[in-house]
Structure formats: structure tokens, C-alpha cells
């Protein structure tokens, strides 16, 4: 069974120049060295309801990218727990190459088995879940990047009394699990800023089913489209870290942070606001992305 963390997950404050408001992080990336971030917490109640029911054998499977966050934290969780774990790995071609890949090399030595499936039979995750569960009937299907009602009820553990004074909370959207939990969760008086960094229509129809308040507002932050890094975004990424001696990933809580700040340079936020964002974790993305990034000579993050 996944626990509820001994640790208090720090808030560190960010201290801005000539600024009105305050800006905070939570660093949710703590919670776990490798089923990091709101992974674990969008895991937690899928994972534990299902150990309960299913004390033999247990076997969970899900979807992702070569680059998932999401298959990242399953295979670690797999191995932590001694549960075995399946991962339906976006692209065929990565059958052959998969070791090359840092993530899935990773969730291998972890203990994750794959099943590599084209991108048209991915876009039919419907089917595909389907046909894995008449082969598996006993497994657990968790969906992509892990949202669904268990996975937003899991979110609530990401507030406490220590976020309850912020006026605004901020995280970084792509499924749009997260974003719904923190929504549905908030107190009355806190609005929640979600920062897309996936471009999709259907997400705020989807977040606001899952939430079912309005108290949220999204930003487009994809900067060039998801899982595309600009020379920008990593410039943005290590300036961040030398000043704040935080590191950023470049997928998901580095275009948060960047688009955040743009918000606040422009006068977004009301003098005196207290505004938290969350650092959702998504480290070990970094090694696949400046895998890619010294493939192209192009600048990297640097690792401090
Ligand atoms: C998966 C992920 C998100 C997005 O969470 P959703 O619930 O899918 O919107 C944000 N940040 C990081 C680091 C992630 O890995």
C-alpha cells in the first residue's frame, strides 16, 4: 500500500524584485525520490483501493510516452512494492531501441515489461485497455498520465493548513487531473491557475467535469507544443536555478514557472496577492531531454 508521507513537504519562498506579491513553491517533487511529485498522489487511491481487493497477484498496466512521468512512477512504485507493472509504450520503433531511452531504461531496471503498440493503435486507448484486459483480467488499467475520479480525489492530499492563506494556486496542466483535484479541494476564497502545456481543446471541458467548481482559470504554456524545448525554456530553467537553487523540469513545471512569471510581470495579480505553484516533480525527464538536446548541439540543463 502506497502511505500517507512522514515528511512535511516544504513551501520555499521565491523571493521577486520590485514585486507587489509574494510568490511561493510547494515542493510536491519531494514526496518520493522516484514516484515523485503528483504522481504519487494521483496513484495513491487508485493503487490502494485496488491492493485491497486484489491481495494476489496484483499487476497494474498503463499507457505513456517514451518520456512519461507517469510510467516512470508506476514502474517505481512496481518495484517498491513488489507489484509486477506493464507499460503500453507510444511508438514500435522504440522495440528495438528502447535502452537508449534513460525513462524506459529506467522503469526496465524497475521491472517494467512493455508492450511497444503504433501511434494509430495509442490514439485508441479504449481498445487497446479492452483488449489488455482480456489477456490480464485481474490487472488494474490505470488510464494516461493516471486521471480519472480516484486520481482527482488523491490531488486533495497536495493541500493542508499550510496552503490554506494563499489567494492563488498554480500547477501545470496535462491530462488536467491535477489542476481538477487542486479546484475541487481549494478553500472558497483561493482561485486555481492551471498552466496547459498541452494544447487541447477538450481540456476544460474535462477539468471542469472532474471538478465541478469555477474557480479555475487555464493558461496556454506549451511554448511550441508539448514535449517541445525551446532554447528559451532552458535558459529560463538554469537562470531559475541559479538563483533559487531550484531545478525545474523542462516539460511541465519550467513552462509553468516561466508563463507564471510573465503573469506577474504584467501586473496579473492584484497588489499583496500570496501565490503558491506547485512543483509537480517531472525531474527525471531531464535525462532524456538533454539526451536530445546534445544530440541537436544545442544548450542542455544543467544538473547542480
Ligand atoms: C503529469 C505531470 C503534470 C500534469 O498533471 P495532469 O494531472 O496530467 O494534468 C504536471 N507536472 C508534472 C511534473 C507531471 O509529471
Redesign the pocket.
Known amino acids: 500500500m502506497l502511505p500517507l508521507p512522514e515528511i512535511k513537504i516544504p513551501i520555499i519562498p521565491i523571493p521577486l524584485e520590485n514585486s507587489s506579491v509574494s510568490l511561493y513553491i510547494k515542493r510536491e517533487d519531494e514526496v518520493h525520490k522516484a514516484i515523485s ?3 504519487y498522489w ?1 496513484l495513491f487511491y487508485n493503487v490502494n483501493q485496488y491492493l485491497e481487493l486484489t491481495p494476489t497477484e496484483p499487476m497494474l498496466i498503463s499507457f505513456g510516452g517514451a518520456y512519461s ?2 510510467i516512470a512512477a508506476l514502474a517505481a512504485l512496481g518495484k517498491d512494492f513488489g507489484i509486477q507493472t506493464l507499460g503500453i509504450i507510444r511508438g514500435e520503433e522504440l522495440e528495438e531501441r528502447w535502452a537508449e531511452n534513460p525513462t524506459l531504461r529506467l522503469a526496465a531496471e524497475c521491472g517494467m515489461q512493455f508492450c511497444f503498440v503504433s501511434r494509430a493503435l495509442y490514439r485508441d486507448k479504449e481498445s487497446l485497455a479492452e483488449s489488455f484486459k482480456n489477456q490480464y483480467p485481474n490487472a488494474l488499467i490505470i488510464p494516461e ?1 493516471g ?1 480519472n475520479l480516484q486520481a482527482v480525489e488523491g490531488v486533495k492530499y497536495m493541500l493542508n493548513a499550510d496552503t490554506q492563506d494563499f489567494d492563488y494556486i498554480c ?9 481538477a483535484g487542486l479546484s475541487k479541494f481549494a478553500e472558497c476564497h483561493q482561485q486555481v491557475l492551471g498552466f496547459k502545456v498541452v494544447k487541447d481543446a477538450s481540456l476544460s471541458e474535462v477539468v471542469s467535469r472532474l471538478s465541478r467548481r469555477e474557480n479555475i482559470t487555464l493558461f496556454e504554456a506549451s511554448y511550441g507544443g508539448y514535449g517541445k524545448v525551446s532554447d528559451e525554456v532552458i535558459g529560463f530553467i538554469n537562470a531559475f536555478q541559479r538563483r533559487y537553487q531550484i531545478l525545474l ?1 523542462p516539460i ?2 519550467g513552462k509553468m514557472m516561466m508563463k507564471l512569471l510573465e503573469l506577474i510581470e504584467a501586473g496579473y495579480f492584484p497588489k499583496g496577492s500570496k501565490i503558491l505553484a506547485f512543483h ?3 525531474l527525471q525527464g531531464i535525462l532524456g531531454a538533454n539526451q536530445m538536446l546534445k544530440q541537436q548541439n544545442r544548450p542542455c540543463i544543467d544538473i547542480i
Open positions: 511529485g503528483n504522481k494521483k512521468n507517469h498520465g486521471t500547477t501545470a496542466v496535462g491530462t488536467g487531473g491535477t489542476v523540469d511541465y513545471t509537480t516533480g517531472g
